[in-house]
Structure formats: structure tokens, C-alpha cells
């Protein structure tokens, strides 16, 4: 039997035809991790969580990747939009804060009954307690509740029962993420500042504190040397002006009564009279006569001077010490006494006037008009001294030479006379090239002629030297105090001040101290507060950064903006 064989099939030709397909733009290679690449769900990125890439129009295609490419590139996220991250990521609920509210009324019921353990004592002591605490103290609850645990696992204890559902509560619709988020953000963006600027204010008070106290401590010591070189001008030691200055009026008399006796100038007046009598060729009267008398018979009284008589008595005029001053808190209300009047009618009554009227009899009205026969009235007229006896020497007669005012002056003037010839005539000695002075002198007395320049310059230093002791400023105040008691009140006053104003200023120099060791102790009060604020905050970054990263399959998260 043949069997009928069928012709190989041939197939049909069929012409390639490429398919037609829309023409898109090119895409961009894929770049490397890092470098342009948008992470899903990050702003920008491609709806739907997809990857993509952007070109140079700014359009942003999308890229097909797999997992593993992605995984290691990091999600940033600025921590002030931290919140509106979450919520626009639906992480969280737009109603976390009312949320919160419950939780945190239901945490603070629990906090009342917590059974006795140390580290549930830590957290509760804690600033604030958040879901982490939370769960740490379910946890220890654990162990401290196990009695209470049934067959089915659960727990009878109404503890374990109350943070349990706080957890829960927590949990739900992640709003613990919200909440510490929260307080990330306040810890950022008051907290931390806040608490920067009050130790920058400490630093800053405790430098211009410093600042001040030197100034004032430089103040002070600059008074105080103000008042030593004051006092000692005065000739005192400082410690009690008044009473000092006082007892330096007293040796007054003994002072002067050494600058009388060191005035030895007679050879120097000898030399000015010889001067004048041969410059003027004929006999001159006696110069500088109180200088001449004070060397001859020293310091005397005025009486002795004027009258060239020693007195038999000496009757000097006491020196009226100035009251002492009242006390600043004191109010003086004088001397008089005031005498309560008997009862009468007014308030005159007790008072003299010392007003008494007598009518007289011939008179109708009792007042003498003056023109009767009367004597007239009788005016003695005493001569000024008289009632002093003779010899007696009183007033301003009784004081010294150099003690009175006026005779002082004259002495004064008379040795600075003196002083001015012996300065002339050594200037005149020493210039060896005047011919003119030379030949001049060759016809001057012995007396003249036999001086040296370096004797002249000796008699020169003693009448200099008397003349410092005279009108040294301490000499000077002793006068001033002298002629006017009243002068002690004045410059205890002005000295006082000064030593008052120092005083002033040391203690305005403690008051700075302890303002800046105030500063100082709240600096170390407020820099233990910053470190634990900053660890919390890192604590809190570091639990949100773990959180996010988790639900972003291991994603590396980090929060931009967190203070180190």
C-alpha cells in the first residue's frame, strides 16, 4: 500500500516590518548613588515611589532599578519640616496632638501607682517621658508583675494593664513619631538657643563685671594715694585728720622757734648793707631790720619788736579748738531749752519779753518823750590800750614773729630780698670776663672784695633753705589753721572725701564681685543643663532616625539641622 506523500510545506515569506512605536526623549544613563539620583517619596521624586532621574530640561523620568541599587543612598530630611514631612508621608495623623493630649493625661493617671524599683525612679525623675520610657517601663513590669500573669499570657494587674495601653495608644497611627518629633523640634529650636544665649549673657556679664571691678579697684587705689600725698603735705599720718592736724597747731610755736634760731644771716646782712652803702656812696639806712632782729634775739613776741622791751606777761590768745561735727544722721536743734508755759489763756503764757511798761505819773501816757530837764547824755572816749596794763603783752602783740600775719610777711619779703642780692652777686662773681664789674669793685670795702663765690653760694643755700621752710605747703596750712580754726573743719572735709570716695568704690568693687561670682555660679548651674539637653536631643534623633528607617527598608536616614 503506497501511501500518498504530502509536498513539504513551505512557509510564507513574510517581509520584516519594524513595529511602529512613539519616539520618547532620551533618557539619561543611570547615574551613581548620591550624584542626581531622587530616592522614592523624597520631594521631586517620581509619583508612586519610583526612581528617576532628572535631565537638563528639569524633567524628571523615571528609571527602572532594582533594590539593591538604591538601598544604601541616604534619605535627608531638614529637621524643621521634620512634622510636614510625616504627615505629608501619611506617617502620622494631622490629629497627633489632640492624640498626645490623651496619652499624656493617661501617663500622668499611671505615674501615681508605680511599684517600688530604682530604675522606674530614674525615668519618672526624668524631664519628660516619651514612648521609649514607655516601653522601658512595660518591660520592668514584666518582672515585677509576673505574679499577676495567666495561662493565656495576660496580666490581671491593673498597672501592666494602664501602660499597656499607653503603648497601644502610642502606637496607633505612629503617634509617638509625631510626638518626638515634637520634641526634637522644640529642643532645636528654643530649647538649646535659649539655653546658649543665657550662658553667652553670663559670660558677657562676667567680663564687663571684671572690666568694672578693675576700674573701680584702680579707682580706689588711686584716691587712696591721692589722700597719703595730701596727708603728707599736711605733715600728718592720715589716720585721724582733725585730731592730727590739732596737734600740729600746738608744736606750731616750737617749729617757728626753730626757724628763728637757725637764722644765722649775719654775715650775709653784712654783705648786703656794705653792698648798698657802697653802690649808693653814702651810709644807707640799716636793710632787712626784722631779719636782723629775729638773729639777734630769735623768734620773739610782737610786743619785744614793737616796743623793744621784753614783756613781763605774755597773754596769748587761746586757740578755740572747732566743735566736733554731728553725726550725718543726727539733726542738731541748738541749745535752747523751751520751758512749758502754765495755763492761761493764749499761748503766751510762761513767756518773758523782757517788755515792762510803768506809767509815770506826771505823764498822761506814761511814755518819755525826751524833752524834759534831763541830763544830757555823757560819751567817754577811751584811749585804745590803755586798760592794758604796761608790760603785758596780749592779743596779737602776744604772738611771735613768725606767728603773726603781718610781721611773717615782712619777713618773708625781707628773705627773699636777701636772697635775690646773694643770687645777683654770685652771677656777678662768677662772670670773670665783665672787666667792667671787676674794675667797678676795686674801690669796694674789704667786706666785698674778700667773698668767695662758693661763700656766697653758701649763704645763698642757708637763706633758701629757710625760705623752704617757711613756705613749705605744710607750713602754710599750719598758718591758714592758725588764723582761722574753722580751716581744720574744711580740710578734714576735703580729705575725708577722698578717703569716702575710695571707700565708695571698694564697695562697689565687692558688689561687682559677687554679681560676677553670681554669673559665674549660674554658668556652672546652666552648662550640666545644656549636655543633657544636647544628649537628649541626640538620643531623640538618633530613635526618629532608626524609626524612619525602618519602615524605608534600612534606608539610611539623616535629619539636617541638629546642633552636635
Not at 517619596?41 to 532599578?65: N, Q, T
Not at 648793707?273 to 644807707?284: D, I, K, L, N
Not at 613781763?312 to 541748738?334: A, F, H, K, S, Y
Request: glycine letters at 10%; a negative charge.
Amino acid at each position: 500500500m503506497v501511501c500518498p506523500v504530502s509536498p513539504p510545506r513551505v512557509p510564507p515569506r513574510v517581509t520584516a516590518v519594524p513595529p511602529t512605536r512613539a519616539v520618547s526623549p532620551a533618557v539619561p544613563p543611570l547615574p551613581a548613588a548620591g550624584t542626581g539620583y531622587l530616592s522614592p517619596g523624597l520631594p521631586g521624586g517620581v509619583p508612586g515611589g519610583v526612581p528617576g532621574v532628572r535631565d537638563g530640561s528639569g524633567s524628571v523620568h523615571p528609571v527602572k532599578v532594582s533594590p539593591q541599587d538604591y538601598r544604601d543612598v541616604p534619605i535627608d530630611i531638614q529637621t524643621g519640616k521634620l512634622l510636614d514631612w510625616l504627615v505629608d508621608r501619611r506617617h502620622c495623623s494631622l490629629r497627633w496632638q489632640s492624640q498626645v493630649r490623651d496619652v499624656r493625661g493617661r501617663v500622668g493617671a499611671a505615674i501615681g501607682d508605680m511599684p517600688e524599683n530604682r530604675e522606674i525612679k530614674e525615668l519618672l525623675e526624668g524631664a519628660y517621658l516619651h514612648y521609649f520610657h514607655c516601653l522601658r517601663i512595660v518591660e520592668i513590669l514584666k518582672g515585677t508583675e509576673a505574679s499577676t500573669k495567666n495561662l493565656f499570657g495576660r496580666y490581671s494587674s491593673q498597672r501592666m494593664k494602664d501602660w499597656q495601653e499607653i503603648v497601644s495608644l502610642y502606637e496607633k497611627d505612629n503617634t509617638y513619631l509625631a510626638e518626638l518629633s515634637s520634641l526634637l523640634v522644640r529642643s532645636i529650636s528654643y530649647e538649646i538657643p535659649a539655653l546658649r544665649r543665657q550662658l553667652g549673657r553670663c559670660q558677657q556679664a562676667q567680663q564687663d563685671l571684671a572690666r568694672r571691678e578693675d576700674e573701680c579697684h584702680l579707682g580706689a587705689t588711686e584716691l587712696r594715694e591721692r589722700y597719703l600725698t595730701s596727708c603728707k603735705q599736711y605733715g600728718i599720718a592720715g589716720e585721724n585728720v582733725r585730731r592730727e592736724l590739732l596737734a600740729l597747731v600746738q608744736a606750731l610755736p616750737s617749729l617757728l622757734a626753730q626757724v628763728g634760731g637757725g637764722c644765722a644771716l649775719a654775715e650775709a646782712i653784712e654783705l648786703y648793707q656794705a653792698c648798698v652803702e657802697f653802690v649808693c656812696e653814702s651810709p644807707a639806712q640799716p636793710v632787712v631790720p626784722l631779719l636782723r632782729f629775729v638773729g639777734a634775739r630769735g623768734n620773739t613776741t610782737v610786743h619785744e619788736w614793737r616796743t623793744g622791751l621784753c614783756p613781763l606777761r605774755v597773754e596769748r590768745p587761746e586757740v578755740t579748738e572747732p566743735p566736733q561735727p554731728p553725726p550725718q544722721d543726727t539733726i542738731d536743734w541748738g541749745d535752747f531749752a523751751l520751758e512749758p508755759g502754765t495755763e492761761g489763756d493764749g499761748d503766751t503764757q510762761g513767756i518773758d519779753w523782757g517788755i515792762t511798761l510803768e506809767p509815770d505819773p506826771s505823764q498822761g501816757d506814761g511814755i518819755d518823750w525826751g524833752d524834759g530837764d534831763s541830763e544830757g547824755a555823757q560819751i567817754t572816749v577811751v584811749e585804745a590800750g590803755t586798760e592794758v596794763p604796761e608790760g603785758v603783752a596780749c592779743g596779737s602783740d602776744a604772738l611771735t614773729l613768725l606767728e603773726n600775719a603781718e610781721t611773717r610777711s615782712q619777713f618773708i619779703d625781707e628773705l627773699m630780698e636777701l636772697e635775690l642780692f646773694l643770687a645777683q652777686r654770685l652771677v656777678e662773681m662768677e662772670e670773670e670776663a665783665d672787666v667792667v664789674a671787676i674794675s667797678q669793685f676795686q674801690l669796694a670795702p674789704p667786706v666785698l672784695q674778700g667773698q668767695s663765690s662758693a661763700r656766697v653760694g653758701s649763704l645763698l643755700g642757708t637763706v633758701r633753705g629757710l625760705l623752704g621752710q617757711l613756705c613749705a605747703r605744710s607750713m602754710q596750712h599750719l598758718f591758714s589753721i592758725l588764723a582761722s580754726p574753722r580751716y581744720v573743719e574744711r580740710v578734714s572735709e576735703l580729705l575725708g572725701q577722698k578717703l569716702r570716695q575710695a571707700e565708695l568704690l571698694g564697695a562697689k568693687r565687692e558688689a561687682l564681685g559677687r554679681r560676677r561670682r553670681e554669673a559665674l555660679e549660674e554658668q556652672r548651674a546652666l552648662e550640666p543643663q545644656l549636655d543633657r539637653l544636647l544628649e537628649r536631643t541626640k538620643e531623640l534623633q538618633r530613635l526618629i532616625e532608626a524609626d524612619i528607617s525602618k519602615r524605608y527598608g534600612g534606608r539610611p536616614v539623616n535629619l539636617m539641622g541638629v546642633p552636635v
